[in-house]
């Protein structure tokens, strides 16, 4: 199995890196904070998260139009997608913007009842997707492509090394189907998979990252691919959406991935996962 070696492979690859470009640009305005204050009244204030997640007791900033810091807020109720907080210094305003400070949240995830926005160091879950894969063969004279789908489950943590940045491991199973030309391969690997991802707002993300294989089972009647070694790699760039819940969140992520070149075979899965995640 291979790196990108088709025409198409290098378009796909181009387009997708053009899409993370736009995506990047087009969600700058939302780094760092994106929920507001509704209403003030008193040392109390009303804020709308936004999609942002609060925790009671989180300790956050109030922000104006130049991105300077107005007042320090403690949040001591969230419910849906309000917060109300009281106001521990300075004088916050209506539509000032609301986030968390990346050296005074590390020091908070070290006291019980507070963190980041509730942005935790640790969370797990368990994640699953589909993937349609394709594979181009070019031995001498011998030209032929396969395509399949196939199906992944995985275990996940995610550790925040900041606000923005997090390492996501997974561990589980991953299939690889492909068939075309009167012929077919399956292959089932144990996968340690580890990547980082960069978060342009507190729940879209892009990354990348690598997978380690080990093969628990494979069949095959494509030639080329008998003798095939019992690990792999895949490579692969994504982006996602983590969706939050009261309770927890649900991860949904789109990938691309390659597999390095070997012996005249290009392969390559495009995978759509999702599943469900506890916060620690």
Known sequence: MTKFKTKQDLTFIKGLINSFIFLAIFML????????IQKV???KVLILLEGDEFAVEDKVFAFNEAGKKKAILIITQVKGSKAIAKVLKGNPEVDMQVGGDDFSAEKSDTRSGSGRRKNLKLKVGVIGGISNNSMSIKVKSVSATYSG???????FADYSLSSHLKIRGKGGLHQFTIEGQG???????????????YYLSPQFWLGGGASYLL???????????????????????GA???????QGFIP????YGIFPEGAGVSASSILIRAGYGWNF
Do not use: H
Not at 183 to 195: C, D, Q, R
Not at 240 to 246: E, Q
């Open 29 to 36: 305005p939302t780094l760092g904070f994106s929920a507001q």
């Open 149 to 155: 789908m196939s199906f992944a489950l995985s275990g």
């Open 183 to 197: 012929s077919s391969a399956s292959f089932s690997y144990l996968s340690f998979e580890g990547g980082l991802n």
């Open 215 to 237: 093969a628990a089972s494979k069949s095959s009647n494509i030639s080329v691919l008998d003798s095939g070694a019992s690990t792999n790699n895949l490579f692969f760039i």
């Open 41 to 43: 009244s008193g040392k």
């Open 240 to 246: 996602g959406y983590d969706m939050s819940l009261k």
């Open 252 to 255: 949904i992520s789109f990938e």
